[in-house]
């Protein structure tokens, strides 16, 4: 790959000096790919080194340490650590969980130390350049500052005695050169993964670049170099008869991300074309037999049904409808506005496989969702990892549906009495806590469940940058004339997940890391 990106792109380039070693292909002392034994570090502060050591024979200003998993997404990032006019400075790079490329703290020996500075920088609770005893996989150094000049990977420093790991090393180098590291949050800079355990192999980090390129397209337009040839990624639907992506023609950002996003993750998704609330008129809902729950109001906002909502309900119906027209036995439905977990496509399809051999019966599954019950815990089901039966719940992200289950959601003939679609489908399965709302459907049978830990969530929370919503800010039912702006003021509903208390957490058998989107995780 990066002989076929030089062929073409050096020529861009004033310079360019590339040391290719097909051999050793591996390190003797190594337990296996992602085991990092002395060798391998005495290797990369060796590669480090000579990088550094051409750029001073070259006079250059700056060198630009860059790791090769590390995806710089702001073009104006060198411009930008320029202006700090800083020795050594960090742009705070961003993973899925709070993992990042600096320390706060180190002990005597060089270790990292847990402080309480780190998660307000990390957060960007605090923001600007803060100094720090420990920066790592994307730097920039300063080359014209004589304190520079002392800086080194390799050899260690004569008076370093503590673990052989490079940026351990070069962290000592720094303070014995009184050279201060900082590091930047002003701007969003770019995204790094979360580090691999030593047991761990290639694929376990494919995977992992793979979930890091994803999260990193949510917000930024990243492509595939112009100047390498990519094959796609070969696509499957893990098992179900069709993986429906549910958009409005008009989110052409949302599509593309997600179509994107699906492709690396190597699924297979068919477009389904959302209904747009804010193009329906009154004769329309009149035509469909549209009418509203009685008495139904917004649990937050106190507000009637939205035309964005009806939308929604009216976008997922049709999907459920084509479901039995095409004769289909299970899909998976998901929304244009979500993120993926890690291993999405492994642990969905494992949890499918322990759903096939137990023959359990059901009709519905949430993939993603908001808890809404959370005094105690859900049932796990017996003989499936990672799967409860599903209590009150928020949300359509993204759900499994059987044939049967579609059936049943239709058969209801909600359009009479309409609820948000993610309301109508706790009444269903007979988890809603409005006695009202329930009396209304019989029978209430539906057979649901939920994946535990959740496998996707929300690209933006309510109050976030970037977040949209087309179901509430739009206008009400039966009256175009009102318009509805209740997600910018009760942002409770489409708010994140709170915490759930020790004594009401689900507790399932199998593969359980914490959640990712928003774990809450020290760095490493």
Sequence with gaps: ???????????????????????????????????????????????????????????ADYILFADSDNLLTNPQVLNLLMAENLTLVAPMMESRSLYSNFWCGITPQGYYKRTPDYQPIREWKRLGCFPVPMVHSTFLLDLRRDASRDLAFYPPHPDYSWAFDDIMVFAFSARQADVQMYVCNREHYGFLPVPLKAQQNVDDESESFIHTITEATIDHNIEPSQHLHSPPALQDKIGFDEIFLINLKRRLDRRTRMLNTMASLGLHATLTDAVDGKALNTSQLQALGIEMMPGYKDPYSGRVLTRGEIGCFLSHHSTWTKMLELGLQKILVLEDDVRFEPRFKRRLQAIMDDIEKTQLDWDLIYVGRKRMQVQQPERSVDGVNNLVEADYSYWTLGYALSEQGARKLLDAQPFTRMLPVDEYLPVMFNKHPNAQYMSEFEPRDLKAFSVEPLLIYPTHYTGEPGYISDTETSTIWDDEAVATDWDRQQARKTAQQDQIRPVAQNSVTGDSPPPAARASRDEL
């Design 1 to 59: 790959m990066l002989r076929e990106w030089l062929k073409r792109a050096q020529s861009l380039y004033h310079y360019v000096e590339w040391r290719p070693m097909e051999e050793p292909r591996s390190y003797t002392d190594e337990w296996g790919p992602k085991h990092w034994p002395p060798s391998r570090f005495n290797h990369v502060m060796k590669l480090r080194q000579a990088a550094l050591k051409a750029a001073r024979e070259r006079w």
